[in-house]
């Protein structure tokens, strides 16, 4: 599937943002780029919760009547439930609101495509390896604040176990509540490991606390374009090979899951 050009639409891509990660937002633009590249809409905007623009400001950026809303985030939950309807005044999958049309989508992480980036990315930073005697474990932050997040990680280890990758294992952990990401070596019964942090961005959890809890980093380290923990594979610790991937929100073709999510909406909303 294709999603046909839309030349008088804009694209509005919503991330969160960070005050202190200066690498945080720059998936989302180079998520932009890459549609804007394609020519598909007649603009492509990025706005966000904690950086400029801000999400109050973006609809004043737009000359397009019509808008696809698209949430660049990895799970459903408090702020793709909450804080973004409150913040466009959105009222449903479609509102509209101050002489514009603005259609609402679901978040990127949830749409079935992610797997294939998965596994994309996991061959990437381990093309020799043999997947027979490697466990794949899917990583992200856990706690009882969002059981969405979670649930989208476990919906992904399920999809890369039918997809017929050949992992001997494909596993789920996190970093704040069981299976725990910190006992990764226990949870593998495999010589190689490979690691998948499911973020959006290499925020402080990828780039700094996961390489600690996972025995490759003795400390917190600086922000992920002043250093290369995503470019030493393959680490040998605890007794195993281990390969360390970036988030696979920064992988470029996410700009596809992005368009896919878009193609989705008009066949749910306009039974195209």
Known sequence: MSLAPKPNTALLIVGHGSTENPDSSTPYFEHADEIRSRGLFAEVHCCFWKEEPSMREAAYMIDAEEVYVVPDFISEGYFTQEVIPREFELSGPTTQLRGKTFHYCLPVGVHSSMTGLILRR???????????????????????????????????????????????????????????????????????????????????????????????????????????????????????????????????????????????????????
């Open 122 to 272: 996991a061959k990437e930073i381990a093309p020799d390896i043999d997947p027979a005697l490697t466990t794949l474990i899917i990583t992200g932050h856990g706690t009882g604040l969002n059981q969405n997040s979670t649930k989208a990680i476990r919906d992904q280890v399920e999809h890369i176990i039918a997809s017929g990758a050949g992992y001997a294992a494909v596993i789920d952990a996190y970093m704040e509540e069981q299976p725990f990401i910190a006992d990764w070596d226990k949870l593998s019964q495999t010589p190689n490991v490979v690691i998948v942090p499911f973020f959006i961005s290499d925020g402080l959890h990828s780039y700094q606390d996961i390489p600690v809890l996972i025995g490759i980093e003795n400390e917190v380290g600086a922000a992920a374009s002043q250093r290369g923990v995503f470019r030493h594979n393959p680490h040998h610790v605890r007794g195993k090979t281990l390969y360390y991937s970036s988030a696979i929100g920064t992988e470029r073709l996410l700009a596809d899951v992005i368009l896919d999510q878009v193609y989705d909406f008009d066949h749910v909303h306009k039974k195209l």
